[in-house]
């Protein structure tokens, strides 16, 4: 069965620089969930969409934003990169009540 | 605050040994939804179960078991004979029906299985 993909699996950017981060949910699911999750730490959400529209919103910093495009696939835009932004980032695909996480994108910041 | 609590840090067992990883949650939803992921330590986060509200039916898959108690707000996730394989941090979660735009984790119990 089609997984959620995420790209790319590894990510290293200097500190200021930029980085997307893209999803591609399961087919036929209508909502993409991203979290961030720091060393040691549990995943905290970030942002969420329903059907290409945002739903939700978590503790994402004003320097990252994130849409859902026409084909469902979904991507996180993060600027002026910090080194506390270097973390695991998981995309989550659901069809509610079930939900599936991606393999997740480690950003590391230098 | 909190909506779900996994209040064992690190667990360590002998390989074979059965072992218990706690889950409590609050929630005023009266529909929602529990998730029990695995990540080991390459980092995903893999689904291992979830559970409705309102079916406090007991499942039970291979070595794996949940204990699903409304009355106590507890879902409990028990492995049974143990392997090194099941070392990983487990992470119980939260989804509510009316607001179920996000899904609320715990902190993870850290599960060593020591050969």
């Known amino acids: 069965a089609a997984g959620v993909i995420q790209s790319p699996r590894h990510l290293i950017k200097e500190k200021r620089e930029t980085a997307t981060l893209k999803c591609y949910p399961i087919?036929?699911?209508?909502?993409v969930y991203w979290y961030q999750q720091g060393p040691g730490q549990d995943p905290q959400f970030l942002i969420s969409f329903y059907e290409k529209m945002q739903s939700d919103k978590g503790s994402i910093p004003d320097r990252f934003s994130a849409q859902q495009f026409s084909d469902y696939h979904s991507e996180l835009n993060m600027s002026s990169l910090e080194l506390g932004d270097s973390a695991l980032y998981f995309c989550a695909s659901s069809s509610r009540p079930e939900a599936f996480f991606g393999q997740g994108t480690r950003l590391t910041v230098v | 605050a909190q909506k779900v609590t996994q209040a064992q840090t690190e667990i360590s067992v002998v390989e074979k040994e059965d072992v218990t990883l706690d889950c409590v949650y609050e929630t005023r939803d009266t529909t929602y939804y529990l998730f029990w992921y695995k990540q080991p330590p390459s980092g995903e986060l893999v689904f291992l179960i979830r559970?409705?509200?309102?079916?406090?039916q007991n499942e039970i898959s291979g070595r794996y078991s949940w204990n699903f108690q409304k009355s106590t707000s507890s879902f409990n996730f028990t492995i049974t004979a143990s392997q090194v394989v099941d070392s990983a941090v487990y992470f119980c979660a939260l989804s509510e029906a009316d607001t179920g735009n996000q899904f609320y984790f715990g902190t993870g119990t850290s599960l060593t299985v020591i050969p």
């Open positions: 087919p036929r699911h209508d909502t």
């Open positions: 559970r409705n509200s309102f079916d406090e």
